[in-house]
């Protein structure tokens, strides 16, 4: 009995195996791949001719040399002449409370009306501020120079990548407060 068993074991494995060889299909498929050869038609483009290439010999003998050190040196301290630093803000003045936190985290809230006065309101995380004409506000040297109903415009006073003071313009306007 056992040897029996033994020799149908490796029968009863095998019969699977032998099966996956049996052909399943495969003339259809065979007869498939050969219709789609032959309706498939080739088609290959023409390939253009290279443009024509002429080289441009480069005489630096003739030609300054627009990133010589010296000659940038030369050309910002022209610029820095001519400038006068007339935009150079008060850096000795006491600082408002305001100047502390960047423009970004700030939000108009509201405006208050006085006579002859018109007052922002400015919400810095949960706080309220109020704010006048010619108060600074941000961390650029930014000075209120407008206030309407709907937007606060601020000047800033910034140093570009010369060292040159120059002004630019930013604005708050008018949000919801989120309860």
Not at 146 to 175: F, H, M, Y
């Amino acid at each position: 009995m056992k040897k029996r068993t033994i020799l149908l074991l490796p029968v009863a494995v095998l019969a699977p195996f032998l099966n996956a060889c049996s052909d399943n299909g495969v003339p259809e498929l065979r007869q498939w791949m050969t219709q789609v050869r032959q309706e498939t038609h080739e088609s290959v483009r023409k390939v253009e001719r290279p443009k024509q290439f002429s080289p441009f010999a480069y005489e630096s003998k003739d030609v300054l040399d627009p990133f010589d050190p010296k000659k940038l040196a030369a050309a910002f301290a022209k610029l820095k002449g001519n400038a006068g630093n007339a935009l150079k803000p008060d850096l000795d003045r006491r600082r408002e409370p305001l100047e502390a936190y960047p423009l970004d985290v700030m939000k108009m809230v509201g405006t208050l009306q006085r006579p002859g006065l018109s007052t922002a309101l400015l919400q810095i995380d949960k706080m309220i501020y109020q704010v006048k004409m010619g108060n600074y506000v941000g961390q650029n040297l930014g000075m209120v120079i407008g206030i309407s109903d709907a937007e606060v415009e601020v000047k800033e006073v910034v140093q570009d990548a010369t060292g040159d003071w120059v002004e630019r313009r930013a604005k708050l306007a008018l949000q919801e407060i989120k309860k």
